[in-house]
């Protein structure tokens, strides 16, 4: 064991500095490409996203785009995406897969439609928070949200989402704030056992559990 474990530990360190250099070398190109499939994929009636102009690259251009927020002022790696309140109308941008580094998406109070992507976590493995709150989503709430597991906040308030909150989000470690009033979700809520979760399961259809009306037994 000890033998095999001396011979695996720097050939880990080599592989771990070749995903480091990759990482600088194309890592900011998908991250412009990312943006890029953004802006092309949402529509944007009131031009907030004029800024996003992607003629002349240099290090760091994307970083003056409205809404982008970088690791480094001179580096194209996005950091936050926060796009409220533009009257963006489409689909969740899945592109933002592409933006590899990413940990913080706010899309709240436009007028998204569609599902939460079910490979959300696979999408932004990283991502210690998501505000998708005041849009149109429907759909479940992908049980994928519970493997981001650096997430601190998940506020999905004011959409169409129904059915059963995944029991497994109650795993994450992390997390702060989960809020989904005004939705039409129902069955009982994840049981926190973090008492520091501050929830709010307001204007649901059927929710149930610690707090609320009580879970039929089954
Ligand atoms: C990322 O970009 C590649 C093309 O470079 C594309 O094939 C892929 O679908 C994109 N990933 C996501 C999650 O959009
Ligand atoms: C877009 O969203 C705003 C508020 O977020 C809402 O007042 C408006 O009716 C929506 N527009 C459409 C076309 O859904
Ligand atoms: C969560 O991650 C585990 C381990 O990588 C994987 O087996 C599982 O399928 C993932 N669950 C979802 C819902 O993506
Ligand atoms: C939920 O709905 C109520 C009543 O329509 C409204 O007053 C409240 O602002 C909504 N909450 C959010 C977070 O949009
Ligand atoms: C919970 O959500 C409801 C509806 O969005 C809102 O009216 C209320 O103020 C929220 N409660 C707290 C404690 O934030
Ligand atoms: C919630 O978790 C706590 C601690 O693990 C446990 O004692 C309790 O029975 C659980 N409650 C429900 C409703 O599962």
Same mark, same amino acid.
């Given at each position: 064991?000890?033998?095999?474990?001396? $011979?695996?530990?720097?050939?880990?360190?080599?592989?771990?500095?070749?995903?480091?250099?990759?990482?600088? =070398?194309?890592? !900011? &190109?998908? &991250?412009?490409? #990312?943006?890029?499939?953004?802006?092309?994929? *949402?529509?944007?009636?009131?031009?907030?996203?004029?800024?996003?102009?992607?003629?002349?690259? %240099?290090?760091?251009? $994307?970083c003056s785009f409205i809404g982008v927020e970088c690791w480094h002022p001179d580096?194209?790696r996005v950091l936050n995406l926060k796009l409220s309140q533009m009257t963006l !109308?489409?689909?969740?941008?899945? @592109?933002?897969?592409? #933006? %590899?580094?990413? !940990?913080?998406?706010?899309?709240?109070?436009?007028?998204? /439609?569609?599902?939460?992507?079910?490979?959300? @976590? %696979?999408?932004?493995?990283?991502? =210690?928070? *998501? +505000?998708?709150?005041?849009? +149109?989503?429907?759909?479940?709430?992908?049980?994928?949200? @519970?493997? #981001? %597991?650096?997430?601190? !906040?998940?506020?999905?308030?004011?959409?169409?989402?129904?059915?059963?909150?995944?029991?497994?989000?109650?795993?994450?470690?992390?997390?702060?704030?989960?809020?989904?009033?005004?939705? /039409?979700?129902?069955?009982?809520?994840?049981?926190? =056992?973090? @008492?520091?979760?501050?929830?709010?399961?307001?204007?649901?259809?059927?929710?149930?559990?610690? /707090? *609320?009306?009580? #879970?039929?037994?089954?």
């Amino acid at each position: 064991m000890v033998k095999s474990r001396q $011979i695996f530990s720097p050939l880990s360190s080599v592989t771990f500095l070749f995903l480091i250099i990759s990482d600088i =070398t194309y890592g !900011t &190109d998908t &991250d412009i490409f #990312c943006l890029k499939s953004i802006k092309d994929s *949402l529509k944007d009636p009131q031009n907030y996203l004029q800024s996003w102009n992607f003629n002349h690259k %240099t290090e760091g251009f $994307i970083c003056s785009f409205i809404g982008v927020e970088c690791w480094h002022p001179d580096e194209n790696r996005v950091l936050n995406l926060k796009l409220s309140q533009m009257t963006l !109308t489409g689909l969740f941008p899945r @592109a933002i897969g592409n #933006c %590899t580094s990413l !940990t913080g998406l706010d899309l709240s109070a436009n007028n998204l /439609s569609g599902i939460i992507p079910e490979n959300i @976590a %696979t999408l932004l493995p990283f991502l =210690t928070s *998501l +505000d998708l709150s005041s849009n +149109d989503f429907s759909g479940v709430i992908p049980l994928s949200l @519970a493997n #981001c %597991t650096y997430i601190n !906040t998940i506020k999905l308030d004011q959409n169409q989402l129904s059915g059963q909150i995944p029991q497994q989000l109650s795993l994450l470690q992390r997390l702060k704030t989960f809020t989904v009033s005004n939705n /039409s979700l129902v069955g009982p809520v994840p049981n926190f =056992t973090n @008492a520091h979760v501050l929830v709010n399961y307001s204007n649901n259809k059927g929710l149930c559990g610690p /707090s *609320l009306k009580h #879970c039929p037994n089954n």
